[in-house]
């Protein structure tokens, strides 16, 4: 069974580096997606970006100037950082699977980490 | 960017009641549209892909319709445990996934 688990400080100074990790474990990481989404306290879900396995990545135009992912197959491990941050860029952060075209289906999360709760402080 | 709109935003309901709820996207996406289950605390849960592809696992009172611009998620008999909030999500920008607002689903 597939397990993704978060890791990383969940208090970040505000103008500091957010910097995130997800762990997957019970199978491999080829062939997928991997993805950050967010969702601040009380509000609705915010897709990050995404990475494969090959490095090769796509991000959220509005956080596009400040997002970095990252993969490293050898420790089954993505990472998120994310610069400059504020107040606004508190929540919890989830990381995700997605399954889609790359095996001729749609394009959805189906396994979600328990996610992290991240506060910027100032 | 494609924007997704639900409604209600809230809604009441008993056990047994059919419930549907709307999502609505700002372009045409074919039947590019995921619904998303959330528990309080807890992370989203895939229900439905492809507008109406039940998830595996996923109760058969879930059921996902619509193309286009307009998509319902409907449940046939409301349950204890589906009192939760749900999401839907487009998948046919890949530049750029969006999701609605959420629908919070609350016991009458």
């Known amino acids: 069974q597939v397990h993704l688990q978060e890791s990383g400080p969940g208090l970040v100074k505000s103008s500091g580096t957010l910097s995130l990790t997800c762990t997957v474990s019970?199978?491999?990481?080829?062939?997928?997606?991997w993805n950050w989404i967010r969702q601040p306290a009380g509000k609705g879900l915010e897709w990050i970006g995404r990475i494969y396995t090959s490095g090769t990545t796509k991000y959220n135009p509005s956080l596009k100037s400040r997002v970095t992912l990252s993969v490293d197959t050898s420790k089954n491990q993505f990472s998120l950082r994310l610069d400059s941050v504020t107040a606004a860029d508190t929540a919890v952060y989830y990381c995700a699977r997605l399954r889609g075209n790359q095996f001729g289906e749609q394009d959805k999360f189906d396994i979600w980490g328990q996610g992290t709760m991240v506060t910027v402080s100032s | 960017d494609i924007q997704m709109t639900q409604s209600p935003s809230s809604l009441s309901a008993s056990v047994g009641d059919r419930v549907t709820i709307t999502c609505r996207a700002s372009?045409?996406?074919?039947?590019?549209l995921n619904w998303y289950q959330q528990k309080p605390g807890k992370a989203p849960n895939l229900l439905i892909y492809?507008?109406?592809t039940l998830q595996s696992e996923v109760p058969s009172r879930f059921s996902g319709s619509g193309s286009g611009t307009h998509f319902t998620l409907t449940i046939s008999s409301l349950q204890p445990e589906d009192f939760a909030t749900y999401y839907c999500?487009?998948?046919?920008?890949?530049?750029?996934?969006?999701f609605g607002q959420g629908t919070k689903l609350e016991i009458k």
């Open positions: 999500q487009q998948s046919y920008s890949i530049l750029m996934y969006t």
């Open positions: 492809a507008a109406s």
């Open positions: 372009q045409s996406i074919s039947n590019y």
């Open positions: 019970g199978a491999s990481m080829n062939n997928y997606y």
